[in-house]
């Protein structure tokens, strides 16, 4: 199957610091990722659909300012949480569509990230 | 408002037995259909997919499709207590699949 990675898998910042995730497709290309964030006990809720070469499509609710995403490459997408506050420490987990079948998603490993 | 609905659970079943997981979505166009396992503190699994109506069995796995009543199930025979996780129900929506919806997610429990 298809391999997706992140990193940092695990981050602990102040706040009001900016904090970057990769999202990396391995073994494949990756002409749209997509970002989530998980609260405890809580389900997925799709932040933004990050399409290599273009602006990625934010979900309501989700402030683009905020959550900056790259996606320059058929291989790599990035979130940066800009001015971080302990309200965005969550699980943040990015997949990527794969080229095989586009209907599936493969998921990275995740990255939890707190905000003190 | 495009919607995929499951029980939360937690639904628990002893050691052996089989595991009944039931997802219900809204939009009557949806053409693919996938079921992920996610671990506590761990990234969803992606267990099966399924397209077309009708049961698709992997090993233990069985994913049963009804596009008429608009509803996707999961089957899990001699589950097992690693079995237990939370079952995501995703299904692609919209008419060129651009829209991929997950459900809140159904806590199975397997009891030794």
């Known amino acids: 199957g298809a391999v997706v990675s992140q990193h940092p898998s695990r981050v602990i910042c102040k706040s009001g610091t900016s904090v970057k995730i990769e999202c990396r497709s391995l073994?494949?290309?990756?002409?749209?990722m997509f970002w989530y964030r998980q609260f405890p006990k809580k389900s997925l809720m799709l932040m933004a659909t990050?399409?290599?070469?273009?602006?990625?499509?934010?979900e309501q609710g989700v402030e683009k300012d905020k959550f900056l995403i790259n996606h320059a490459s058929l291989t790599l997408s990035t979130l940066t949480v800009t001015s971080a506050h302990p309200e965005d420490s969550s699980f943040y987990i990015c997949s990527a569509r794969g080229t095989g079948n586009i209907n599936e998603q493969f998921f990275g490993p995740g990255t939890r990230l707190t905000v003190l | 408002q495009k919607e995929v609905e499951q029980n939360s659970g937690p639904l628990s079943v002893p050691e052996g037995a089989i595991a009944s997981l039931n997802c219900t979505y809204s939009d009557r166009g949806s053409q693919s259909f996938f079921w992920y396992r996610q671990y506590s503190g761990k990234s969803p699994e992606l267990i099966m997919s399924i397209y077309s109506n009708g049961d698709k069995e992997d090993g233990r796995f069985t994913a049963q499709l009804n596009k008429a009543s608009q509803y996707v199930s999961l089957l899990i025979r001699d589950s097992q207590p690693s079995d237990s996780a939370t079952y995501l129900c995703?299904?692609?929506?919209?008419?060129?699949?651009?829209?991929?919806?997950f459900g809140p997610g159904t806590r199975l429990s397997v009891l030794p």
């Open positions: 995703a299904v692609n929506m919209g008419n060129y699949g651009q829209n991929f919806v």
């Open positions: 073994d494949f290309q990756a002409t749209t």
């Open positions: 990050s399409n290599e070469g273009s602006k990625a499509t934010y």
